[in-house]
């Protein structure tokens, strides 16, 4: 049986629908569209039924994407989605407002169930419902209680699907989803039947509404921004403080894994191509589970406690004029640690529109793998001075990267704004709901979720291309790097090199002569305008896997130096770097043209695939590739020209 | 007399007339600003945009350019 779960935002759907479903749940892909479809098993007695999860509504009739996937799925009785039943979750402290999805789709004719949930919240407020009055006004309708918070309902749940009662009312045929008219009328006919029969539903005292001190807090013209700026502190600290080790734990154990594997596996190609593509290739996966399960973990929290809601209404106002919505706030956030969880965080946004304009600027915020590479590149051409007696030079030039970034991602959004074309109008009709506790369950199933969807669908990609800039990294045309390397061994040897020097003398001679080492010398006349070698070009095309990567080229690279006898660092190493004309190739104006580079290129292949994952098409990712490229270069460019 | 939504005080209650036509005055519906309904303006975000209002126990926020279109009545002063 195939059973569609419908009901309006914050009734407590997605924990019903992990009430039933638990861990059996995956996500999938509605035809044509960019929504996402949750499907999970719910099993009654021995037999598996197909429990699918609709995008939640207030209306049948769609105002976004997400919401044309409920219409088109319950109105064509033809469509693969159609469902045999429905279960329409309904929050019994909004009863009148939850009765007009519920009547809609009773009208179709399909078994339907009714949940009540969240009757303990009526109680409280004083309202007791009438579940007799309720059944006779839809007499066709199964009903059960629940408190899915309370993780209590499955059972009946099930018990109500299995005893549903078949329909023998003729179905209401919609509405066109574009005939607003007709919506309109009957929405009106709808709300005035609720409306006649709601004081036989629920009787309530009457208690108005106050509002409590912690919600004026929280949304004070300054504490509220005080208090989300410390929010996110917290958050960040968190996630900078507990990503790391377990990143270096990864890091720490694929690097052994290839190690040992290389040692065991007999030598060939496809020893190589496992130890030296495969496995970091999946390293580099791995890598970012650590971040992303963090800030999804807050984020859910946020999300659950019902203040993400308020962070949205207090930022509103400021993100609109940009082509963004206060939803926009936490993607682009996340991205200051990484795109990865900011551009998966963007789903909330239901304009198409604005959820695009937030994906496709997120990566323009300065993420933390940037850091090594700012770092190292301020420790060779920054000079180590203090202004004002306090500011540090070193520091401040840190700070001014991250703002260029943060800057030029809400430039580019205005930019946006006037290109994308929308047919949607943007609004923002946002329900703000109770405060609750965070149910554990429900931010454990979505960091699960998230984590999920990064590993099998961005995984793939990001796999892949590591197969491919390996190759490209470990292979030359014809014998040219095995000839360069019999060359290097002769060198190695007349200059009476150690074998670790001899070693890295090797990497280095191989990397230069490969296709990556071709390409980035072909690429010096184009790059030279930024201030650029052929060595800087190798780095730049070897960092598209992750911009980190950039220092270990650099540090291969330049592993020998002429003289290979010295034990200098790599910041020692590239300030020492000559021209063939002898002047320096780390210049302040280098220096920096290549900070500027890195602030604004998408050299991130990770954050491409989930782009990809997340648009469902390589449009986008080949856009901002293009897009990001060009301010890179740019930027880059007019950087050296001030500075030189 | 009928004043829109948007021009109301906090704290004020007020009853709804109407929406204006528009593309949301469905959408308007839905969130429950149908004829008769009584709300309450609670507060509003700082620059005086989106506003909050309490609908029958509920908490909706909306623009001022929506809450332009939801015609109200004064209930009490």
Known sequence: MKVALVGNPNTGKSSIFNLLTGLRQHVGNFPGVTVDKKVGKLRIGKEDHELTDLPGTYSIYPRSKDEEVVYDSLSDSQSENYP???????????????????????????????????????????????????????????????????????????????????????KITLAASDDLKAQEVETEARFKTIQKNLGDLESKEGKAKEMSRGEKLLVHPILGYVIFSLVLIIIFQFVYAFATIPMDLIDGAFTTLSAWTSQVMPKGVFTDLVTQGIIPGIGGVVIFIPQIALLFFFIAILEETGYLARVVFIMDRLMRPLGLNGKSVVPLMSSVACAIPGVMAARTISDWKERLITILVAPLMSCSARIPVYTLLIAIVIPDETIFGIMNVKGLVLFGLYMMGTVFALLVAVILKFIIKSKEQGFLLLELPEYKSPRWKNVGITVWEKVRIFVWDAGKVILAISIILWALASYGPSDRISESVKVAKIEAAELNLSEEETNQLISSVELENSYIGIMGKTLEPVIEPLGYDWKIGISLITSFAAREVFVGSMATIYAVEDDGASNKTLVEKMKGQKRRDGTTVYTLAAGSSLMVFYVFAMMCMATLAVVKRETKSWKWPLIQVGYMGVLAYLGAWITFIILS | MNRSLSEISNDQQVQVVGVLQSSLKVKLMEMGMVKGKSLTVLYRAPL???????????VLSLRKDEAKLVEVEQINA
């Open chain 1, 84 to 170: 045999d039943a429905v279960i329409v979750v309904v929050d019994a402290a909004n009863l009148e407002r939850n009765l007009l999805l519920f009547s809609q789709v009773y009208d179709l004719g399909i078994p339907t169930l009714m949940v009540l949930n969240m009757t303990d919240l009526a109680k409280k407020q004083g309202k007791t419902l009438h579940i007799d009055k309720i059944q006779e006004l839809y007499p066709e309708a199964s009903i059960v209680e629940a408190n899915a918070r309370a993780g209590f309902g499955k059972d009946r749940i099930k018990e109500g699907l299995v005893n549903l009662k078949s329909r023998s009312a003729s």
């Open chain 2, 48 to 58: 005086g945009d989106p506003i909050a209002i309490d609908v029958d126990g509920y």
